[in-house]
């Protein structure tokens, strides 16, 4: 399977990154508005996690002032699923 598909689907097993997914899907936010949502966790943590979601392009990140904003990369995500679907030849229904 391809390497960037294995990457993709890899950094989406971990909970926590989902969960951050589902918090861009909202809107851009900045780390710190990130964190907000995930008490438990650290600023460094939270960090990581992005980065392991911007390594496979699942997030994409731009800075405005002093702040580095994230928003979710939906292309990436669709591309590596129809990479998966097509080297499975899954069949969709509609």
């Known amino acids: 399977m391809d390497e960037r598909c294995l990457d993709i689907f890899r950094a989406l ?3 926590t990154r ?3 997914l589902e918090l861009l899907e909202e ?3 900045n780390v710190n508005e990130i964190c907000e949502e995930f008490e438990e966790m650290t600023q460094p943590s939270i960090s990581h996690h992005l980065q392991i979601l911007k390594r496979c392009y699942l997030v994409s990140s731009k800075r405005k002032g002093k702040m580095i904003y994230y928003s979710i990369n939906k292309k990436a995500m669709r591309d590596a699923l129809e990479i998966f679907i097509t080297r499975f030849h899954i069949q969709i229904l509609g």
Do not use: A, F, T
Request: charged letters at 45%; zero cysteines.
């Open 18 to 20: 989902q969960e951050i």
């Open 27 to 29: 809107h851009e936010r």
């Open 13 to 15: 097993s971990d909970q």
